[in-house]
């Protein structure tokens, strides 16, 4: 593990410094190609922090005592997903040094000017339960410091619900409100993306439980348990809203909608549907969920489900950009030197570098907190917890 994470460092870390040296000249963007991969990143890690902060919600505002274990954890891992999200949009940004205007002369009429200070607000609150959460186990309190902490959690988290719901929820808004974009323009994508925060990161936080969780005991394996099972309904359920997001133009067979639903399942990287994100991201996980109890089998399964979404944040992004809003746009126009418009795409090599950057600084602050952060609750800590809530 440590060999692998050494070379997507050094491979990742030379992308970012040829980014921050050289701007976006290596990118595969063409004339009305704007957003690719890093865009999908950041809709990803998005989702997938939005996913892990809402369990451990379930513990603090509604007291799931399944869940107590991993409370910190989800919470960590939120924290450290939001920055992942925020570096991979960040180096998408043509004038990086900019960003800060957002906040300075914000247009509201704008959905991306919320999305930012929503991000803000999120994140602030993320580092707030974090220090409540955290504090009891790094200094000694008393019992009614721990009581008073716990308070304090609970409001924090359920502000955070309706923020965490806002914030993503806001981002299928940003991609529904756009009427240009007819793949986009969907009032589904709000509800879509909430599901596919809590698909992801629930299932990023099972894997994570199943493979890096130190203590493995019965109560170890009953949270994987319940994990599991909810793993198991939503990715049928999110399953059901893509058909229905698929299945509804594809029933009368025209229109711009319904090409680039073809293109998605047909075309050049018909693969990544039906290879990538159908047959590892849906099916084989809902087999081994189903077949099988065993907590290796359901962290297999929860990863590849974490893993392969990505796919879908690809197949979301990038078709919705290579159709000319007027048919023939791209045959119209010749610049001085005779191209035409360009319609297509394919992350070039410098993209995949950026992205694997950011999953290597990702993976390094989570191993940092692990190591130095009590994000790991001892069973009889938590037993004691659960019993003083209940």
Known sequence: MW????????????????????????????????????????????????????????????????????AKLSL??????????????????????????????????????????????????????????????????????????????????????????????????????????????????????????LLSGGALMTAIVAFFWPRRDEAWRETMNFLSKLLLGLVLFDFLLEWAEYSIPGWYQIGAEYHLISYVLFGPFWYVFWVIHLGFGVILPVLMLTLSKRPVVQGIAAALIAVTFFAI????????????????LQTAYLDPIGHRLSYSYVPSIFEWQVTIGVLAIGVALFYLGCRYLPLFDQSRRVERRSEEIA
């Open 76 to 197: 960590f891992t939120a924290a450290v997903t939001l920055a992942m999200a925020l570096l991979s949009i960040v180096f998408d940004l043509g004038h990086m040094e900019r960003f800060w205007e957002v906040f300075t002369r914000p247009q509201f009429h704008s959905m991306m000017a919320w999305m930012v200070w929503l991000y803000t607000a999120y994140f602030t609150l993320l580092l707030a339960e974090l220090y409540f959460a955290l504090r009891g186990d790094m200094s000694r309190t008393s019992t009614a410091s721990h009581e008073r902490d716990r308070r304090v959690l609970r409001i924090l988290g359920a502000v955070g619900i309706p923020l965490a719901i806002a914030f993503h929820g806001g981002v299928g808004a940003l991609f529904g409100t756009v009427m240009a974009r007819e793949y986009w323009h969907s009032a589904l994508y709000p509800i879509i993306f909430l599901v596919g925060a």
């Open 3 to 70: 060999a692998l994470w050494l070379v997507a460092a050094v491979f990742g870390g030379t992308g970012i410094v040829e980014r921050l040296l050289y701007g976006e000249r290596f990118v595969a963007y063409t004339s009305y190609v704007p957003w690719g991969m890093w865009v999908s990143a950041y809709i990803f890690f998005i989702g997938l922090s939005a996913g892990a902060f809402l369990l451990s919600s379930l513990v603090y505002v509604f007291g799931v005592r399944s869940l107590e274990r991993i």
């Open 313 to 328: 944040r690809l197949n979301l992004v990038i078709p919705g950009l290579i159709s000319p809003e007027l048919r023939g």
